[in-house]
């Protein structure tokens, strides 16, 4: 067991305390956060996953992803960087962007062992803008986009608060909200924060966030931008006092890539819906416009998890379960284009990939 003392005794104190911050602030502190002796970064601060100690199991793990994720292309983002160094821990000694960097470059080495091609926004300590980051996923062609953050405390005095959350884009019922972006995050914060031993925080059952949440409407630049799903993850705060050691330790990032590529791996190990256009999508007739939608699937479908839009307007469908076809009608529209989209998920709740499609009606 490499759990020191330390670690437990940061836990008793950590819950109680965060579960009342938040209605009445009554147990903040003027103190000053405790001096971090960084000597210690070499004591165990974490119990090591079994699954990484020992390099047979970790390769086995590695080779049963490789069906999964071979051929696929991950775009990671270390966020921060260069001109952007900005976030510090408590006592400064601790960048935000280079612990970023560092779980991002185990978590490269990790999906590439698994036969999956990667491409970083940054390799070393560099400035990328924040609006450039999507554009290069996208350039790399890339099916998902994961951005890797720390989480910092606002207030100054708090050195106890800390948790593990994932963020997707919107919120479900909004056009913009993506279940399979959200499942993305939902694998990857499950297996991430049980690697670092974090809960997910109060403020969700499952430790996953809209960016809505943070920024109502809009969200975070890099996922409002990108084309392709994506995630934003804030493993921890560096903010916390116990956390900014843990963090410190190229050891612990490494523990963290691995919960983070884990999350990834069994995301695309699962059997997904495929939506296809199979009704004449192009013709109107009397300015109605009908569509259909072929769903091949090993699973039964989830009737009630299947949304239709049209120019981003939500519109009703029917569901033949018996051919597994969606239809629906869209009456008075104008020759042009349009946009359709089409969402469902079996009923595992393993959500079909985004598909959104312009047409050309005549
Ligand atoms: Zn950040």
Same mark, same amino acid.
């Not at 790399?140 to 998902?144: E, L, M, S, V, Y």
């Given at each position: 067991m490499r759990l020191s003392f330390i670690r437990i005794k940061l836990l008793i104190i950590t819950i109680p305390i965060f579960a009342l911050v938040g209605?009445? %602030?009554a147990f903040k502190t003027n103190k000053e956060p405790p001096k971090i002796d960084y000597s210690l970064v070499n004591q165990a601060y974490f119990e090591y996953p079994q699954d990484l100690l020992v390099p047979e199991i970790t390769s086995k793990k590695i080779d049963s992803f490789k069906e999964a994720l071979t051929g696929k292309k991950?775009?990671?983002d270390p +966020?921060? %960087?260069g001109a952007d160094r900005r976030n510090k821990s408590r006592n +400064?000694?601790?960048?935000?962007?280079d612990v970023n960097l560092r779980v991002a470059i185990f978590l490269k080495e990790f999906c590439e062992s698994a036969g999956a091609q990667v491409k970083l926004s940054r390799e070393v300590d560099s400035t990328v803008e924040l609006l450039t980051r999507p554009i290069l996923a996208e350039e790399? %062609?890339?099916?998902?986009f994961i951005s890797v953050h720390h989480n910092a405390s606002p207030d100054p005095t708090d050195f106890w608060t800390n948790f593990t959350s994932t963020y997707y884009h919107a919120k479900p019922g909004s056009y913009k909200y993506e279940p399979f972006a959200h499942e993305l995050a939902r694998f990857v914060q499950r297996d991430l924060a049980y690697a670092m031993m974090n809960s997910g925080g109060l403020g969700s059952f499952d430790g996953t966030y809209s960016d809505y949440r943070i920024y109502p409407g809009d969200g975070f630049a890099v996922l409002r931008e990108s084309k392709i799903p994506s995630i934003l993850i804030e493993c921890s705060f560096?903010?916390?006092r116990m956390e900014e050691i843990r963090l410190a330790s190229g050891e612990f990032n490494r523990i963290q890539a691995w919960g983070i590529f884990k999350g990834i791996g069994k995301f695309f190990s699962v059997n997904r819906p495929i939506i296809s256009l199979v009704k004449d999508e192009s013709k109107l007739v009397n300015g109605t416009l009908n569509l259909g939608f072929q769903i091949e699937s090993t699973e039964e479908i989830d009737p009630f998890s299947i949304k239709t839009f049209f120019d981003s307007t939500f519109v009703n469908h029917e569901f033949n379960q018996s051919n597994s076809i969606i239809t629906f009608s869209v009456s008075d529209i104008e020759k042009g284009e349009h946009v359709i989209k089409v969402q469902c998920a079996n009923k595992s709740g393993n959500s079909s990939e985004p598909f959104e499609k312009k047409i050309l009606t005549n």
């Open positions: 209605c009445s %602030g991950i775009f990671i +966020g921060h %960087g +400064g000694a601790l960048v935000e962007a790399f %062609g890339a099916d998902i560096h903010t916390n």
